[in-house]
C-alpha cells in the first residue's frame, strides 16, 4: 500500500510547506518561552555556585538577600568563623542598580567583597581577562554581558572605578550582569547621602540635647557617618561536614537565619521566579492554543478541497480507517515540519535575547511531543468531516 | 473464480422511495433488468426517471426499499435484507465510471489505477503490474508516470475505465461516461467498454443521453417513472 498522505503532501508541498514555516516559528517562540524559563532556573544555579557558598547566613527571619533585603553587622561573620565545621566566612553585599560608563548607564547587580583574598566565597571565581580586585577601594570586576571592557572608567553613585578584570556567566537571579567592588566601597554605596542629607543631619543630631556632652556627639555623628551593615555571610564548611548540621548551631546560638545550597536554590526557584515561570506557563499554553488552532483550520480545509477524492476513495472500498489515517499522517506531517523549523528558529535566534536562553533537548522532546499531540487532536474535525462523506456523493445526480 | 461472475446482474422488482409521508418520493417502482456477462447494455430515460438512483442502489450506496439485487453469483439485496461488507463488496465487484473521471490528483496515472488492487491487499509491484497491463489495453500506458492533470480529457476518462476494470469486477456501472467527450472518443470509450467486457466477461451497464452513442447497444433499457421496459437497440457496428 502506498502512502495517500506522503503523496498528497508532496503534491501540495508547497502549501505544506507555508503552512509548516508559519507554524514552525509559533513552535519556535514556544521552545524560546521555555529556554528563557529554563535560562532564568540556570541564571539562579549559577549565581548559587558562583558564590562559591556552601552556607548562606543572613537576617533573621528573612529569605536573603536575593529574595529581599536582609543586613547584618559587618562584624558577624568573625564569629560564624568560630563556629564548628567552618572553613571560611566572608561579608557580602548585594545592591541592583545603574551603573554609568559616559554617557550610557547598564542595570547592574554591584557586588561588595573583600578584596584581595581570592578562593573566598562571594569572589568573582574565573576570570576571562584581568586580573582580581586587589586594592581596597575604587577597583572593579565586572561580567562580559555588562558591556564594559578592560580599563573602562564606570562610575558607581558618586564614586568611579576601574575595570581590573572580566568574568562571565555572572548575573543575578533577574539577569543583570554582575560588578564587583570592594566591600567597603559597596557599603558606603549602599547608604550614601548627598552632602546636604549629611549637612542637615548632623545639623539635626547637634540640636538633640540628649547629646549634649561633645564627646557624645563626635561619637553619634562619626556612627552615623559609616555603614556598618552587610547583606549576608557566605560561608564555606569544611570538607566532610553536612551542611545542615553546620547550619543547625549557628541558627540556635548566633540567631540567625542560615540557609544550605539546598534551600537557597528553592528560595530562588521557589519564590523568586515563580510568577515569572508562571506567566511563562501561561504563554505556553495560549501559543499551544493558537498552533492547535493554525492546524485544525489548515487541516481541515485542505480536507474540504478534497471531499470529492473522499467520496470517490470510499466508493471504491478504501476503508475509514485509512481515510482518517491519511488525514492524521497529513497533520502530523506538518507538526513535524513546523517542529523541525521552530527548532532550527529557536537555535538561531537564542544567543540574540538580552537575557540568557537554554534550549534544553528534554524540552525539545516534549515540546516534539506536545506538537504531535496537538496535531492529532487538531485533526478530529477533519476527520469527522472525512467520514461524513457520503460514497453517493461520488456518483453524483 | 469466473463461476462466480457467470450469472451478471439480475434485477427484480427493485423499488426506491427517498423520504417519508406526504414527502416520499418514490424514485423507482419495480424495475427488471438482466445483463448477462460480457454484455454491454445503455440505460436511459428523461431527467429524474431514476436513472442515478438505480446505480446507486446496485453500487452498493443507497439501500432499496423493496425487491431483489444479484451480482454474479452473490445476492446483495433481498426484500430488506442487505449483504453486510459494502464496503468490500464495491472494492471486489463493482468498477464505477463516471462523467468527470475524478482521479486521485496527487497520485500519478499508474497508481490511480493501482490503487485498487492495493486496497484488496495486493502487492505493490502486482498492484502495479495489473494497472500498467491495463493502461497498455487502453493505449495510455505512455502517460503512466503523468499527473492527472497533466492528461487530456479522453486520457482522463480512460483512466478511470482502467481503474474500474482492475480489481475485474463482475460489474461495471458507467453514469454518462462519454458526455465530455466529442463523438469519435466517445465512440472510443464505448468500443473499449465493449472489448473489456468480453475480455473479462464483465456486465456493463452505461447510463446516457449521448445521442452519439446510444445507436451502438445491442439492448436498452427505458426507464421512465421509475419503471424500466427493455428495447432492442440498433447494434451499430464500432469498427
Ligand atoms: N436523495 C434524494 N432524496 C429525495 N429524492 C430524491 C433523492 N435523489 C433523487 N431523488 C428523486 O428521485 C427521482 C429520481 O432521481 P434520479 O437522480 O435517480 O434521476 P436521474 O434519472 O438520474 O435524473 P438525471 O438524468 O437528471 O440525472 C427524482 O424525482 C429525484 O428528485
Ligand atoms: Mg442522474
Redesign the pocket.
Known amino acids: 500500500m502506498i502512502s495517500l498522505a506522503g503523496r498528497d503532501i508532496l503534491h501540495a508541498w508547497g502549501k505544506f510547506v507555508f503552512t509548516g514555516v508559519g507554524l514552525g516559528l509559533l513552535i519556535g517562540v514556544t521552545l524560546t518561552m521555555a529556554g528563557v524559563y529554563r535560562g532564568m532556573v540556570d541564571d539562579a544555579k549559577v549565581l548559587l555556585d558562583n558564590s562559591g557558598a556552601d552556607l548562606w547566613v543572613v537576617q533573621q527571619g528573612t529569605l536573603g538577600p536575593y529574595a529581599e533585603s536582609s543586613s547584618l553587622y559587618d562584624d558577624t561573620w568573625r564569629s560564624i568563623l568560630g563556629a564548628a565545621g567552618v572553613l571560611r566566612a566572608a561579608n557580602v553585599t548585594y545592591l541592583t542598580m545603574q551603573v554609568r560608563r559616559g554617557e550610557r548607564d547598564v542595570r547592574a547587580m554591584v557586588v561588595g567583597i573583600v578584596a584581595g583574598e581570592p578562593g573566598q566565597p562571594g569572589q568573582p571565581g574565573f576570570l576571562v581577562a584581568g586580573r582580581h580586585i586587589t586594592r581596597s577601594h575604587y577597583e572593579a570586576v565586572a561580567d562580559l554581558a555588562s558591556g564594559f571592557q578592560l580599563g573602562d572608567r564606570i562610575q558607581i553613585r558618586r564614586n568611579h572605578y576601574t575595570v581590573v578584570g572580566l568574568t562571565r556567566r555572572m548575573v543575578s537571579s533577574g539577569g543583570d550582569p554582575m560588578i564587583f567592588i570592594p566591600l567597603r566601597d559597596a557599603q558606603a554605596a549602599q547608604f550614601l547621602k548627598d552632602n546636604d542629607a549629611i549637612v542637615r543631619q548632623r545639623a539635626r543630631t547637634a540640636a538633640n540635647p540628649a547629646f549634649g556632652a561633645p564627646n557624645v556627639l563626635d561619637a553619634v555623628l562619626a556612627s552615623q557617618g559609616s555603614n556598618p551593615y552587610v547583606n549576608a555571610v557566605l560561608v564555606q564548611i569544611e570538607p566532610g561536614h553536612d551542611p545542615e548540621a553546620v547550619a543547625e548551631p549557628l541558627r540556635r546560638w548566633k540567631r540567625l537565619t542560615v540557609y544550605t545550597r539546598q534551600q537557597m536554590e528553592e528560595i530562588l526557584i521557589g519564590k523568586l521566579i515563580a510568577t515569572s515561570s508562571k506567566q511563562i506557563g501561561m504563554f505556553l499554553v495560549i501559543l499551544a492554543i493558537v498552533s492547535a488552532a493554525i492546524v485544525a483550520f489548515i487541516i481541515y480545509t485542505l480536507t474540504l478541497g478534497k471531499i470529492r477524492e473522499i467520496a470517490v476513495l470510499k466508493l471504491i472500498g478504501t476503508r475509514n480507517r485509512t481515510i482518517a489515517g491519511m488525514i492524521l499522517q497529513q497533520a502530523i506531517g506538518l507538526g513535524l515540519i513546523g517542529f523541525v523549523v521552530g527548532k532550527i528558529a529557536a537555535t538561531f535566534w537564542a544567543p540574540f535575547f538580552p537575557k540568557y536562553v537554554l534550549l534544553e533537548t528534554g524540552d525539545a522532546l516534549r515540546g516534539f511531543i506536545a506538537v504531535v499531540v496537538i496535531c492529532i487532536l487538531a485533526s478530529v474535525l477533519a476527520i469527522r468531516a472525512a467520514l461524513k462523506v457520503d460514497p453517493a456523493e461520488a456518483i453524483g445526480? | 473464480m469466473a463461476e462466480r461472475h457467470i450469472q451478471g446482474i439480475r434485477i427484480e422488482g427493485l423499488r426506491k422511495r427517498?423520504?417519508e409521508g406526504d414527502t416520499a418520493?418514490d424514485?423507482l417502482k419495480g424495475v427488471d433488468m438482466q445483463v448477462a456477462p460480457g454484455e454491454v447494455v445503455g440505460l436511459i430515460?428523461?431527467?429524474?426517471?431514476?436513472?442515478?438512483?438505480?446505480l446507486k442502489c446496485l453500487g452498493a450506496v443507497i439501500e432499496p426499499s423493496a425487491g431483489r439485487m444479484t451480482l454474479g453469483q452473490e445476492v446483495i439485496y433481498d426484500d430488506g435484507w442487505q449483504i453486510g461488507d459494502l464496503r468490500a463488496l464495491r472494492r471486489d465487484n463493482i468498477g464505477f465510471v463516471f462523467q468527470a473521471p475524478y482521479l486521485i490528483p496527487f497520485l500519478d496515472v499508474t497508481d490511480n489505477v493501482a490503487l485498487l488492487p492495493m486496497l484488496a491487499g495486493r502487492s505493490n509491484s502486482e498492484s502495479r503490474r495489473r494497472a500498467l497491463e491495463l493502461l497498455e489495453a487502453l493505449d495510455v500506458a505512455h502517460r503512466a508516470r503523468a499527473m492527472p492533470s497533466e492528461l487530456s480529457g479522453g486520457e482522463q476518462q480512460r483512466v478511470a475505465i482502467a481503474r474500474a476494470l482492475v480489481n475485474r469486477p463482475p460489474v461495471i456501472l458507467a453514469d454518462e461516461p462519454t458526455a465530455p467527450l466529442d463523438s469519435e472518443r466517445a465512440l472510443a470509450v464505448i468500443r473499449i467498454l465493449n472489448q473489456m467486457a468480453q475480455q473479462f466477461s464483465t456486465a456493463i451497464i452505461v447510463?446516457t443521453?449521448d445521442e452519439k452513442i446510444i445507436p451502438t447497444f445491442r439492448r436498452i433499457y427505458h426507464?421512465r417513472d421509475?419503471r424500466t421496459h427493455e428495447e432492442a437497440g440498433e447494434a451499430k457496428s464500432l469498427e
Request: proline content about 5%.
Open positions: 445526480g | 427517498y423520504g418520493v424514485a430515460g428523461p431527467s429524474g426517471s431514476g436513472k442515478s438512483t438505480l447510463v443521453h426507464i421509475g
